[in-house]
């Protein structure tokens, strides 16, 4: 399994960036997806995810109303749009691939990771 995160960059607070994440190497459309970060020093923290069928999202309380989760089962990937970003939202962010059709919460459940993609939100 590959998954290939891109899409991060530098941005001024209150400007948008989407994430996207393309997954390979086993069918796709049967496993949860999440997006995690992670900043020096720190654990790494689940962002938000979403089950296989797109109907169950979380969302980490810091990005409700900001951030949203979407998959397209057909083009294999996962993406995470995100707006009014906030200085204390930068971080390296990795997509994750469950290996149930469910997400978890603890990154050490999830055995497929991307290689990281860094967000800089200016103030």
């Known amino acids: 399994v590959q998954l290939q995160a891109f899409g991060g960059g530098l941005v001024q607070a209150g400007g948008s960036l989407r994430l996207s994440c393309a997954a390979s190497g086993r069918t796709f459309s049967v496993y949860g997806m999440a997006w995690f970060r992670q900043t020096p020093g720190k654990e790494r923290e689940l962002v938000s995810a979403?089950?296989?069928?797109?109907?169950?999202?979380y969302y980490l309380d810091s990005v409700k109303g900001r951030f949203t989760i979407s998959r397209d089962n057909a083009k294999s990937t996962v993406a995470l749009q995100m707006n009014s970003l906030q200085p204390e939202d930068t971080a390296v962010y990795y997509c994750a691939q469950s290996n149930t059709g469910t997400y978890y919460v603890r990154d050490s459940l999830y055995k497929y990771w991307g290689q990281g993609t860094l967000v800089t939100v200016s103030s």
């Open positions: 979403i089950d296989w069928s797109g109907n169950v999202v």
